[in-house]
């Protein structure tokens, strides 16, 4: 039996990296599609892509949000630089401020320092090539424990679905049962009014015909019955193949609730309904849970 994932799942992990740390949270969701959403410090802005690609590689569905950060132990202020620009415009409007307000009080360093603007961090951190090998393999592995944690969550799924299919199937068997009933009941009822018709000499053959037609067409749910029991074993041979599954299992999802419904309109007993109903609302259930899987 081959896996299957939740679109659910979460990862986190750190690194060391230039006498700081690196760390990466993974988180994703459900979606229709495969979503990819990367924030990355500037020194690794440029390895977006690929940080991408090797998320494609690992998920196939679902809204994946990856944020890396760093964070430093050591100062180095030898990369720190004044922004005369940014420097020059606050400290202006500062002044504007003061005499606008009537404020006497000069403008003060403590008062520049407020904007970060001011001053400016530049990166001289350059990414060699084992540094980036690094990297890679650093997502890559966050992404495998994501996938771990992904693959229990389908696995639980897999367990409650299979579980839902084998109450369907059941409910299946008893429309297969009543539903024959009822077809009997209903032609049984015709019969006796014909038989009456045909005494007072009211009836024709056409009228005989169209009766017994509509008889078989209102009532017989035995096509219905058939088709609802190949797509449950469809969805069955589906959830055993494994993920990814999500997008077609809806697809079958909705040809069991059409067949349910059909079975609901032609229901001629209280019975009957009473199953098209519980069998309506266990295939509703199943698409609930459908609704996370890869």
């Known amino acids: 039996m081959s896996k299957i994932y939740s679109m659910t799942g979460f990862a986190t992990g750190k690194m060391a990296f230039n006498g700081g740390e690196l760390s990466c949270e ?61 420097v020059k415009a606050h400290y202006h409007l500062l002044e504007q401020i003061r005499q606008a307000t009537g404020i006497e009080k000069p403008v003060e360093l403590s008062d520049m320092l407020v904007f970060k603007e001011v001053l400016a961090f530049e990166e001289n951190n350059s990414l060699d090539d084992d540094l980036k090998k690094a990297f890679f393999d650093f997502i890559d592995g966050l992404l495998q424990n994501l996938n771990k944690n992904r693959e229990l969550e389908g696995d639980n799924l897999r367990t409650d679905l299979s579980e839902r299919l084998q109450t369907l199937a059941r409910l299946n068997a008893e429309i297969t049962e009543t539903g024959g009933g009822s077809a009997k009941a209903a032609f049984d009822k015709m019969r006796t ?102």
């Open 26 to 86: 993974i988180r994703s969701l459900n979606s229709r599609y495969l979503e990819i959403y990367v924030k990355l410090p500037t020194i690794f802005r440029e390895l977006e892509d690929s940080v991408k690609e090797i998320i494609r590689k690992r998920i196939n569905r679902g809204k994946v949000n990856c944020s890396i950060t760093i964070s430093s132990s050591e100062i180095n202020l030898d990369n720190l630089s004044i922004n005369e620009t940014a």
């Open 193 to 294: 009014r014909l038989l009456a018709l045909i005494e007072e000499q009211k009836i024709d053959a056409n009228r005989l015909e169209l009766e017994l037609a509509l008889i078989s067409d209102r009532v017989d749910v035995s096509e219905e019955v058939v088709r609802l029991e190949s797509h449950i074993g469809m969805f069955d041979e589906n959830l055993k193949a494994g993920s990814p599954i999500g997008k077609k299992l809806n697809f079958i999802l909705q040809e069991m609730h059409r067949e349910a419904n059909t079975i609901s309109s032609k229901s001629g007993n209280i019975g009957l309904s009473h199953l098209a109903v519980a069998a309506k609302e266990e295939i509703e259930r199943i698409r609930e849970q459908v609704q996370n899987i890869e």
